[in-house]
């Protein structure tokens, strides 16, 4: 049996480690490849993955850990229990110089996110669960538990993707009753539902699942929730760890106009 106020100790201690050696590495410059698949990567995403899967294997290493970098090795159908990691969340926005990229860890049971870490390394905030279930958020020296809100009746603040708008996107919100929009890159936009700063954020494209369990993870934790966009429940597990289109949604269902 896993202790869980161990195993989110460890990832909080793993994301900060990784945290500050994705620092470094920006300030010296990037250089930037591209994948077979034409994605970005960089050595702070190498540097930052090693780090966390030292530290995790070290600490629990009776839990398989599934990450961007070696999920190729990981094709056949996942364990009832693993860790997902992405060790750079919004590449994009890491290479164009803005602070809206984070590191992601989270522990996936029987297809639910459990556990979840976001740390922002560029600001330092970080947004995580404990091992009870709550949700929490520290943003300089003050931490808080936080709770997703009710939309109010106003209408609905969207968190909206930097990089990754399209029409698609555009015609789903034109559905809802949006009073404005929060754009900013990476699993961030799920922390801003969770914190009750936004109420609802929609994607659709290709993402993969280490791109989303560890915000998704806060989310739930906060009250919130993940859903397709036909209304089904979120999860994990799937067959090349990708993830279709979703909705996620603060303490109140869509608001069809």
């Not at 602070?99 to 992601?104: A, G, H, I, L």
């Not at 799937?238 to 106009?257: Q, T």
Request: hydrophobic residues 45%; negative net charge; contains cysteine.
């Amino acid at each position: 049996m896993i202790d869980r106020a161990v195993l989110v100790d460890v990832m909080l201690a793993a994301a900060r480690e990784a945290a500050a050696a994705i620092l470094v590495i920006r300030a010296r410059g990037l250089d930037v490849e591209r994948k077979d698949d034409g994605s970005p990567v960089t050595a702070a995403d190498r540097a930052a993955e090693a780090i966390i899967l030292a530290c995790l294997a070290r600490a629990v290493p009776e839990l398989p850990v599934i990450s961007e970098e070696n999920a190729a090795s990981h094709c056949r159908a996942p364990p009832a229990e693993f860790l997902l990691v992405d060790p750079i969340d919004g590449t994009k926005e890491f290479i164009a110089g803005r602070d809206e990229f984070t590191v992601n860890i989270a522990l996936v049971e029987h297809g639910y996110p459990r556990l979840g870490v976001v740390l922002a390394p560029a600001t330092g905030h970080v947004y995580w669960t404990d091992a009870l279930g709550a949700a929490w958020m520290q943003r300089g020296t003050g931490r808080r538990a936080i709770q997703a809100r009710v939309g109010p009746a106003s209408g609905l603040i969207a968190a909206v993707s930097r990089s990754h708008m399209n029409a698609d996107t555009r015609t789903f919100l034109a559905t809802q009753l949006v009073q404005s929009e929060l754009v900013c890159g990476s699993s961030l936009k799920f922390c801003l539902v969770a914190c009750g700063e936004a109420d609802i954020s929609p994607r659709f494209g290709p993402t993969n699942e280490w791109d989303t369990a560890a915000g998704d993870a806060v989310l739930r934790a906060a009250g919130g929730r993940m859903q397709t966009i036909d209304g089904a429940v979120f999860a994990y597990g799937k067959p090349g760890f990708r993830n279709g289109n979703y909705v996620a949604l603060g303490a109140a269902d869509l608001r069809n106009r």
